[in-house]
């Protein structure tokens, strides 16, 4: 099994500076192969990996990109295999268009592969190419590592990410099987009756993060005051992330205890991205999260995951009777009463019990 473990690297100016412009080549290397298979696509031919692999050759024979021979050629190659899976997945309908990177966006990284153990932990330091020993902040033993992702945070701050095989400790599951209904108003109900609420920290994060936004748009552009403050917005944006992620952790491991079987909601994400209301926006990124934690970890413990279709209508149906009340639609409706079997229903409740047993007929199926 493989896992995902990150430590925050405290590289020197030297190393800072060459991880820098690795960025900067891997996005400019990203951006080309971008523009040479948006044109290949407008001709009506998807060109693929091969034809921008022969493109980063010729580049690298051109005088005017020799920098690029100075950073790992790995990483290089890297940025176009995940500009070829953003393709696959474009025109597989899972995700949108590829877009050209910017320097300013607050995600920056790039991945390199450990190829005859160039990749390896000595005592407080990571060996990576051509960086040499970076020191780190290692807090549990690794695994053989097969990639490392590194990032860079928009106030500044270096982590590794290490893909490391490891084996999991088998869990005795209680065999029991769960539904599970995420929405706005709670993070989720259960076919149980219990209702885990979003926390009241991130919550108070968020007020903090919208204020700050608010008090970014107002300064001028370019200007000394904006950088300080967008620095401000990026820090309380790293503190939701990692409240954020701390939670979710929580909870799915939770879940994957206790039960042997969940059913969720088969999620279309790329759509809910689309929704520029702030909360539901975040809603759904950490539903995505959290859903992709219970698959993960489903696969190291033998737990069952089944995503029930979103054209199954969870909230509307009665789940004593079956009654399609459509009324029920308006999310506002909380609470309703079936007319025909005049069962008392809790929205989110009675959802999460169907999603239950939609699951457990599609798994029997
Ligand atoms: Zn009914």
């Known amino acids: 099994m493989l896992k995902g473990i990150r430590f925050r690297a405290y590289p020197t100016k030297e190393q800072k500076d060459l991880i820098n412009r690795t960025l900067g080549c891997c996005r400019l290397i990203f951006n080309e192969g971008l523009a040479l298979r948006e044109k290949a696509f407008k001709q009506g031919d998807k060109a693929g990996y091969t034809a921008t692999s022969a493109m980063l050759t010729s580049l690298k024979k051109q005088d005017d990109f020799s920098f690029l ?62 960086l040499g020993y970076v020191k780190i902040k290692q807090s549990m033993s690794v695994g053989y590592i097969h990639n490392v992702t590194i990032e860079r945070t928009p106030t500044d701050k270096y982590f590794v990410i290490l893909n490391v095989d490891f084996e999991p400790d088998t869990i005795i599951s209680k065999g029991n099987a769960i539904g599970i209904d995420v929405g706005l108003k709670f993070f989720y109900s259960d076919s149980n009756g219990d209702i885990v609420a979003n926390p009241k920290h991130l919550e108070k994060s968020f007020k903090k993060l919208a204020r700050e936004q608010r008090r970014l748009s107002r300064k001028k552009k370019g200007s000394n005051n904006r950088n300080k403050q967008r620095r401000k917005v990026a820090l309380v944006h790293e503190k939701i992330t990692s409240q954020r992620d701390d939670f979710l952790q929580k909870q799915s491991t939770k879940l994957i205890r206790e039960n042997q079987t969940i059913c969720i909601e088969n999620l279309r994400v790329a759509n809910m991205l689309k929704n520029h209301k702030l909360a539901k926006c975040i809603s759904s990124v950490s539903w995505r999260k959290f859903f992709n934690m219970l698959e993960y970890k489903a696969k190291w413990y033998g737990n069952t995951i089944i995503k029930v279709p979103t054209m199954y209508p969870s909230s509307q149906t009665c789940s004593i009777c079956g009654y399609k009340n459509k009324l029920v639609k308006d999310l506002s409706v909380r609470k309703w009463e079936c007319p025909v079997c005049h069962t008392k229903h809790d929205r989110d409740y009675n959802a999460s019990i169907n999603i239950l047993q939609k699951g457990l007929q599609m798994q029997s199926a």
């Open 69 to 130: 021979k100075e950073v790992d050629s790995i990483a290089l190659q890297q940025s176009l295999r995940d500009l070829d899976a953003a393709y696959k997945n474009f025109f597989q309908h899972r995700a949108d268009k590829p877009v050209f990177k910017s320097k300013h966006n607050n995600h920056q990284s790039y991945r390199t592969i450990n190829q005859g153990n160039n990749i390896r932990i000595e005592g407080n330091r990571l060996k990576l190419p051509k």
